[in-house]
Nanobody, 126 residues
């Protein structure tokens, strides 16, 4: 059973940066067909922020394009989310997710994922 553990969350001011990490155990990250970061703010639905496909394709939510970058380090078995120019609306619990079954493209749909981490909180103050 895969276990995903996020880290790197915290509190920053508007315009600040954070780098989230997701460490996996039990399965090599390079074997997953899609890896993604999701977020959920209080009272809102979970949103797919960014995804990376096994063969390198990327997908981003419009709200984070140009500010967030998803990347994968297969040697360290980690997934990253570099978040720059953070805004108060980015405040949420952030989760990483992994899909082991075949999929053609990077996906930001939560129904497509098999494994989830417990989340790390990001709070952006104005």
């Amino acid at each position: 059973q895969e276990q995903l553990v996020e880290s790197g969350g915290g509190s920053v001011q508007t315009g600040g940066s954070l780098r989230l990490s997701c460490a996996g155990s039990g399965y090599t990250f390079s074997g997953y067909y899609s890896l993604a970061w999701f977020r959920q703010a209080p009272g809102k639905e979970r949103e797919g922020v960014a995804a990376i496909h096994k063969f390198g394709g990327l997908a981003y939510a419009d709200s984070v394009k140009g500010r967030f970058t998803i990347s994968r380090d297969s040697a360290e078995n980690k997934l990253y989310l570099q978040m720059n120019d953070l805004q108060p609306e980015d405040t949420a619990m952030y989760y990483c997710a992994a899909r082991s079954r075949y999929f053609l493209v990077p996906t930001r749909s939560e129904d497509d994922y098999d494994y989830w981490g417990q989340g790390t909180q990001v709070t952006v103050s104005s």
